[in-house]
């Protein structure tokens, strides 16, 4: 709505304009360069970056169309410019480089400002044309033949060794001839699958998301990292109470509580409404302060809790941080002068989505930065976050189960869901009831109150 009611204003004042010499200021929010390009918009930092860079200029004197397609002219110019590999405007072989010269593609016409780009892609097999022998210069470009050139290219400047042993992603085929083009965008995180674990390689791909591609390769040289920061550019958000502050990706739910922050990615497929346990597309963090008397001791502590865990976790120690680490965990723990521990946890659950759950996730807790003195909370809220933190973790609930001192049996599945029986515990101090399963000595959930219906 902001935006229509400044195109409103603009037309009325205009309409005046006519009448009585009135200037006009543009209206447009801060660092907004192109009017359809809000702040808000997600491909916003990419498209401001490539033209502060002079990569791209827009389709008019303030627009973008960040939505529309690219054709296949358009897009080769913001690939080899982007990735400056070439650029026409500081071509040194001196000759008219907008004769078709050498340039054997029937629909390719002399003078037209893509002509140097098309030679250089044909001269260096960047992009071929088609067998009728046409280029296609306005046909537009789906994402396939958009990675296509962008790994081409890259590969002039850059060594690129690309391995396919299974599906990129989930409608990505392994023997796909795109698959391997996949394959780069997935190891550096140029591109993110839709909640179906899908990145539609035959769409055509948009200008914003072009750009948005064309920009990660460039911060990926210029930081020299190997992989795109996705937290980068996500927004941050506070937890005043315990002195943090984190990135918060897009997509993501969250919790602010006085003795934690939790982040959770729902399973939209089942309808989950809770953070309580880790859906097989979900993921969750659990942030929270923990109290060590000295770092040595409490690193070693940390390490044998995990002894017995079914899914080993490998251990990196640098500094004051140590993190724990398996294909569905992320733990790590920051120890800081005060004798305060930042604790925080990844899960992600098992399906087409863990690999790129677990690269946000991670990207999430690599972001914490501490603002200020965490306070650590009282021993009830402490002892829920314990509990909490167990959910699902095999071998640990009988370990939190002898913690709770006022725990009763209120009633057991004998049968289970088919692994063995499951009792229900209720705890009156701390007004909870726990699922627990014997077989895996496991916290299944939590609910507050006395019930076992679940």
């Known amino acids: 709505m902001k935006r229509l009611r400044?195109?409103?204003?603009?037309?009325?004042?205009?309409?005046?304009?006519?009448?009585?010499p009135v200037m006009v200021p543009t209206t447009l929010a801060e660092n907004q360069v192109f009017t359809d390009v809000a702040e808000t918009h997600v491909n916003f930092v990419a498209i401001n970056h490539l033209r502060e860079a002079g990569i791209v200029s827009g389709t008019g004197p303030d627009t973008f169309n960040p939505d529309d397609s690219i054709n296949r002219a358009a897009a080769l110019k913001i690939v080899l410019k982007g990735l400056e590999i070439y650029n026409a405007d500081r071509d040194p072989s001196g000759f008219d480089i907008f004769a078709p010269v050498g340039i054997s593609y029937s629909d390719i016409l002399s003078s037209e400002w893509y002509v140097p780009y098309v030679r250089f892609a044909t001269d260096n097999t960047i992009l071929e044309g088609y067998k009728d022998g046409t280029f296609g210069p306005e046909k537009n470009m789906n994402r396939a033949e958009a990675l296509k050139i962008i790994v081409n290219a890259y590969t002039l400047k850059e060594k690129v060794k690309i391995s396919v042993e299974d599906e990129p992603y989930r409608d990505v085929a392994k023997n796909a001839?795109?698959?391997?083009?996949?394959?780069?965008a997935k190891s550096k995180n140029l591109l993110l699958a839709d909640d179906m674990g899908n990145v539609k390689p035959g769409d055509e791909i948009t200008r914003g998301e072009l750009s948005e591609i064309i920009y990660r390769l460039r911060m990926i040289d210029e930081n020299k990292s190997g992989t795109f920061n996705l937290a980068m550019n996500w927004p941050v958000m506070q937890n005043a109470k315990l002195g943090i502050e984190n990135a918060m990706p897009p997509g993501w739910e969250k919790e602010v509580r006085n003795d934690a922050t939790i982040l959770w990615k729902k399973d939209s497929d089942l309808k989950q409404n809770n953070y309580y346990r880790v859906y097989p597309k979900g993921a969750k963090i659990v942030i929270y302060p923990d109290?060590?008397?000295?770092?040595?001791?409490?690193?070693?502590n940390i390490q044998r809790s995990?002894?017995?865990?079914r899914n080993v976790m490998e251990f990196e120690q640098n500094d004051n941080l140590l993190t724990a680490k398996n294909d569905y965990r992320y733990d790590s723990y920051r120890f800081l002068s005060n004798k305060t521990v930042i604790v925080m946890n990844l899960e992600v659950g098992e399906s087409y989505l863990t690999h790129q759950n677990y690269v946000i996730g991670s990207g999430i807790i690599d972001s914490v930065k501490v603002t200020g003195t965490p306070t650590l909370s009282n021993e009830k809220q402490i002892q829920l976050s314990e509990i909490r933190e167990a959910i699902h973790v095999d071998e640990e609930g009988q370990k939190i189960l002898n913690e709770i001192a006022d725990k009763i049996i209120i009633h057991t599945d004998t049968v289970g869901v088919g692994t063995g029986p499951i009792d229900y515990y209720h705890s009156p101090s701390l007004n909870i009831t726990i699922k627990y399963e014997r077989s895996f000595d496991v916290i299944l959930d939590i609910k507050e109150g006395k019930s076992y219906k679940f």
């Open 6 to 20: 400044y195109i409103f204003i603009t037309l009325v004042l205009g309409y005046i304009v006519l009448v009585t």
């Open 177 to 184: 001839w795109f698959a391997e083009y996949f394959a780069f």
């Open 291 to 300: 109290k060590g008397d000295d770092q040595k001791t409490y690193f070693e």
């Open 306 to 309: 995990y002894n017995g865990n």
